[in-house]
């Protein structure tokens, strides 16, 4: 079992949302569009996840944070699912997740529940939506 998170490069893409509801439905609609074959991140995907795999190890197994890795990138190489396992500290790892998406100028989202929290570059704090 994992807890899953999202990264999501929005950069350079036209008409992306500035609001929740618009940019979670805004990214559903884009990674549909996709083929859903493994492709390769983009460069600020490629430099988050080459920092998260510094951080925190690239193993994935029952002692370690990661449920899978590396992780699947999909849309181009814009969406992005990290897998975190459930025996790690989920809330401190969210934390830390989404202040790296933002210093890499990614969005975070946690889709977890009804409505889905999301991080963004330019936004103030972790539940910036």
Known sequence: ????????????????PNNSDNINTW??????????EVQRGTERVQKFI???????????CDETIWTCWPPICLAN?????LNISLSSD??????????????????????????????APNGGGILDF
């Open 50 to 60: 080459a920092e998260m795999g510094v951080k925190y190890g690239t193993m994935s």
């Open 90 to 119: 989920v809330t401190n790892m969210t934390i830390s997740l989404a202040e790296a998406a933002k210093m890499h100028g990614l969005v975070l989202i946690d889709p977890q529940g009804n409505k889905p929290l999301l991080t």
């Open 27 to 36: 990214i559903n609609d884009f990674v549909s569009q996709d083929s859903n």
């Open 77 to 81: 190489g814009r969406h992005c699912t």
């Open 1 to 16: 079992m994992s807890y899953d998170l999202i990264i999501f490069d929005a950069n350079e893409l036209p008409g992306f």
